[in-house]
């Protein structure tokens, strides 16, 4: 019995470039043509390949969280200083955030697309944002324990300080047209971290 024709295309790069258009759009505003355009590929291929626009998005998802999160989540957990794991991951975020068409963080950017009832997609975000958390509360407890932040606040305290603070960076900076902004809330920040 014949197996059909091979794929004319990588599903990892139409993934990835599913991705940039959800990302830059969000899930509503995203057209299934625009995603075949970008994608190269067919309608066909998309079905049998990805399922139906909800299911690419998932998949979309999920494939942002095992590049960008992990990413971060990589450079706060790595060798040396905590604090200053901490520190260049703000400042990276200020910096990408700050330039010109800043796309922001497509799990923030993808929160408003979605009624509270789409319990599959909310449970997906929620899972990558947890994630972020929990990251930043492991590094804040690291530096605790180095005496490099003050243990007068809870840990899981910070990181959901942390992780507001840098998802709300994230939104405001697709609309910024002040690089301050973020400077001094990184800055304000890294001084409350370390006081105390």
């Known amino acids: 019995m014949s197996r059909g024709p091979e794929k004319q295309f990588d599903p990892d790069i139409a993934l990835a470039k599913a991705m940039e258009v959800f990302w830059a759009r969000g899930y509503e505003a995203a057209s299934l043509s625009e995603l075949l355009k970008h994608m190269d590929i067919g309608k066909k ?80 975000l929620r899972h990558h944002l947890q994630k972020l958390e929990d990251a930043y509360c492991t590094v804040i407890a690291h530096a605790q324990k180095a005496g490099e932040i003050s243990a007068t606040i809870d840990s899981r305290s910070l990181a959901r300080l942390l992780l507001c603070t840098t998802q709300g960076m994230a939104l405001i900076g697709r ?20 006081a105390g």
């Open 45 to 124: 291929s998309l079905y049998d390949t990805f399922g139906n626009k909800r299911s690419l998005f998932l998949k979309a998802l999920d494939h942002y969280a095992q590049t960008e999160v992990k990413s971060i989540r990589d450079q706060l957990l790595a060798l040396g200083s905590p604090l200053a794991n901490i520190e260049r991951v703000l400042k990276h975020l200020q910096h990408r955030h700050s330039l010109l068409r800043s796309q922001g963080c497509m799990l923030g950017t993808n929160i408003a697309d979605f009624n509270t009832d789409e319990a599959e997609i909310a449970a997906m």
């Open 175 to 194: 609309v910024l047209e002040d690089e301050m902004l973020l400077h001094s809330t990184v800055e304000a920040t890294l001084a409350l971290l370390k």
